[in-house]
């Protein structure tokens, strides 16, 4: 009964990402907790449990990328093709919120022999991480970068040394039972220029402490963990910004894409579908229904 105590507070929790430096700001870092935001993503691509870690931990990374934006206009989006039976794992973020998608959601694959879903062998690591920043500019920056091992977290920081040359650690972990997302959350830090090699080698000793983040912030909140994790390293929270899993999709977006299907479609689909269309968000599964006379009022 306690164990089941301690995971409904989990979901009581409200997900966070918490901004924080290190080691009198030689040390910039993330923590998020996402164990809501997983949450909903699995409930709504009905994701099996190796599938859930995978979409899971895509989606805290790349909310880590988003909280890194300075403009409320823009989006960071992260796709993940490793060759693996799950197929893409495709996720956009901005500052506060995420979403994201699979291609084969109820993949099923033997636990690794240490007990652990084996999300490496589903994502495969025979591909790449595609990382496209829109900052409103004219042109987004695109970042590509080799698969390490398909585990989602060292891939991430492989891209961050490999595309941005920043040294980085990072941690992501999804617990999960049967279709339950008991936990969730992520580790990030990246040290800063001038950072001395004895900051850096105490974090690297001190990294298997959060490579469990998951099973950790079941028992303990993120702010204790953090001050055990860092003690002696003067850890201080700069900013706390609320984290969801949230979709921007809406009616008006989805008759743009009708509309830019061209006039020749349009016709088609009017002749074809003579109890109109359905487009359903990729994202978060919501259904628009266009009727004929829709359609050809988008025709024009």
């Not at 998608?101 to 099923?108: A, F, G, K, T």
């Not at 990382?131 to 961050?160: C, H, W």
């Not at 595309?163 to 800063?192: I, K, R």
């Not at 009708?258 to 009017?270: F, N, P, R, V």
Request: hydrophobic share 40%.
């Amino acid at each position: 009964m306690k164990y089941m105590s301690e995971i409904k507070e989990l979901y009581n929790r409200v997900d966070q990402i918490y901004h924080i430096t290190l080691a009198d700001g030689m040390v910039r870092g993330l923590l998020l907790t996402g164990t809501n935001t997983v949450a909903q993503g699995a409930a709504i691509h009905n994701t099996s449990p190796v599938v859930t870690a995978a979409l899971g931990r895509t989606l805290m990374g790349t909310a880590m990328m988003g909280a890194m934006l300075k403009g409320d206009e823009q989006s960071v989006t992260v796709t993940i093709n490793g060759g693996g039976p799950i197929g893409r794992i495709v996720c956009v973020a901005d500052k506060e919120s995420v979403r994201g998608l699979v291609d084969v959601p109820n993949i099923e694959m033997p636990l690794r022999p240490d007990g652990k879903l084996n999300v490496g062998m589903v994502v495969g690591k025979d591909g790449r991480m595609t990382v496209v920043r829109d900052l409103g500019m004219k042109s987004p920056y695109i970042g590509q970068t080799n698969l390490l091992s398909g585990e989602i977290a060292e891939d991430f920081a492989g891209y961050y040394v490999q595309s941005e040359q920043t040294p980085t650690l990072q941690a992501l972990g999804v617990l999960v039972s049967g279709e339950t997302v008991l936990s969730a959350g992520g580790v990030l830090l990246q040290t800063m220029p001038g950072c001395p090699d004895s900051i850096i080698t105490e974090l690297e000793l001190r990294s298997p402490l959060f490579y469990d983040i998951s099973r950790e912030i079941c028992y303990e909140p993120m702010e204790d963990l953090m001050h055990k994790w860092f003690d002696g390293l003067k850890p201080v929270i700069l900013e706390r910004t609320p984290l969801s899993y949230r979709c921007n999709c809406s009616r008006s977006r989805m008759e743009k894409a009708l509309i830019a299907l061209g006039k020749e479609e349009l016709t088609s689909m009017i002749e074809d579908e003579v109890e109109g269309a359905e487009l359903i968000c990729h994202f978060c599964k919501t259904k628009y229904n266009f009727s004929q006379e829709d359609l050809m009022a988008l025709r024009g």
